[in-house]
């Protein structure tokens, strides 16, 4: 019975999990953070008027949107592998199990069909046919021993036989208990119920996030790129227009100095 479920194995599955999981979420965190510097460099540069800031929010606003649209991209794939293994989860196990794991065994425990015949039965039943065989041998052997033998070293021997024959009955009875398929499809129904419902949410929020994060930028970095150019015009102009405002009153006060002339 063992033998078919040595393939079986979630520890690398689920450390891979807490792996990815452990990146993500500082990761997350980590973008968001400077998502935010960002914005506040592009503020600062809007209220004083500064190109340098303006020009910094360009060359890492292009970064960021260039990371932002690739995260909506994975977020995109993965949400739709998601899709698509909940879809039928039961057939994506069977096409990634080991090649030596009945396809038999793996159905049983996954779909629990009531007409479904469980693969360990026939097994069970031959365990417990050589169980019921040990104790009618047994019995025969105790009936044998008290007429032949009269010694009482013997009976606690035949005691402790008697006692692990009840012991393995136990244990058969217990391991008939644990290969059910209710409890195990129990708990795959509500891994994939997780996955399906909770994980797939989690993916598409987390697209639709990154897609709005990706075009905000974009649109920021446009305008930006527009917003310091014209910071530049502005300030040549202004350079320009103020000497020629200075050297206006130069030939009003000339036209004042003649005119007194004339007067006197």
Known sequence: IRRPLLGISMTQFLSRGDQWELIRWPGTVATLALLLVLCAVLLVGVARHSRCALILFSVCGLLAVTGSWLMSGLYLSS??????????????LVSTSPRDLPTNVLLHYTQCEPGHTNPFTQRLRESQNSLNNARSAMATVMK???????SSGLQ???GAVNADLNSSERLLTQLTALVDCKAVHH???????GLCEGGLLGLVLMLIASFIAAILLTIMVWVDSHTWI??????????VDEPSYISHPAPQNHQQMMNAARTL
Not at 82 to 90: H, S
Not at 144 to 150: A, C
Not at 187 to 193: D, P, V
Request: hydrophobic residues 50%; contains cysteine.
């Open 144 to 150: 044998i021993s008290l007429v032949l033998f009269k």
């Open 230 to 239: 014209y910071i530049r015009k502005r300030n040549d102009y202004a350079q």
């Open 187 to 193: 708990n795959f129904l509500a891994a994939a119920r």
């Open 79 to 92: 949400s739709v592998a998601v899709g698509d293994l909940c879809i039928n989860p039961a057939d994506f």
């Open 156 to 158: 606690p021997k035949l």
